[in-house]
């Protein structure tokens, strides 16, 4: 069966400093991938997926980035973190069949102070 | 753009009450679509899901009928209990393009 890690489960981190978040999935070959962002209260923004290795689309221009350096991980950084990146991060990934459903990870709680 | 739209929350009810989540959503293309719920501090799980009119998802005693003639999609339950109280966001999907969320309902159920 597949399934999704992702890690650290809650960061907390100073304003300035680098982020690096990293999600793999397992069980599943060449799943499209994606990263999610849940302000407190709020609704899912999607920040970035992957349909492949290299291939990255940004739905969000903002100080974060993602790479996909493997098939099944997933990663994503900031050089500089700002307050308003505080949230509940969530990768996510789904097989490339049309109306498939997403399945997602466990979350990671940032905090920016 | 492809859209969907949740019944704003949040909703209480108390334990034993029928609930129901209102969705609509965008008719372009052939949508799958679906609910998922979050519990408190957790990720998204997926709920239940439905891929052609008529379809009817059910799981741990919701369900959800795709309706093509009114666009709905409304999330049911004959009897909430406690442990049900999350956030469910409906959704819905063409093809392979991302996924496009509601905002999502707060539920809360008292004993």
């Known amino acids: 069966s597949q399934t999704i890690h992702q890690w650290p489960a809650t960061l907390v981190q100073p304003v300035g400093s680098p982020l690096s978040l990293e999600c793999t999935v397992e069980g599943t070959s060449n799943p499209n991938l994606y990263w999610y962002r849940q302000a407190a209260g709020r609704g899912l923004q999607l920040l970035f997926y992957?349909?492949?290795?290299?291939?990255i689309s940004s739905e969000v221009p903002q100080n974060l980035s993602a790479s996909r350096p493997q098939d099944r991980q997933f990663i994503l950084s900031s050089k500089k973190l700002l307050l308003s990146d505080s949230g509940f991060y969530l990768c996510?990934?789904?097989?490339?069949?049309?109306?498939?459903?997403?399945?997602f990870g466990n979350g990671t709680r940032l905090t920016v102070t | 753009g492809d859209s969907v739209t949740q019944m704003e929350g949040p909703v209480t009810l108390s334990e034993e009450a029928f609930l129901t989540i209102n969705c609509t959503y965008t008719?372009?293309?052939?949508?799958?679509l679906f609910w998922y719920v979050q519990y408190p501090g957790e990720g998204l799980q997926l709920l239940l899901k439905?891929?052609?009119?008529?379809d009817k998802g059910s799981n741990k005693g919701f369900e959800a009928t795709y309706r093509k003639e009114t666009t709905s999609f409304h999330l049911e339950k004959g009897s909430v209990q406690v442990s049900d109280s999350a956030v469910y966001f409906c959704a819905r999907v063409s093809g392979n393009t991302p996924l496009v969320f509601g905002k999502g309902t707060r539920l809360s159920v008292i004993a």
């Open positions: 996510a990934w789904r097989v490339k069949q049309g109306g498939s459903p997403l399945h």
């Open positions: 008719a372009t293309g052939y949508p799958s």
């Open positions: 992957s349909v492949g290795i290299g291939q």
């Open positions: 439905a891929t052609k009119a008529d």
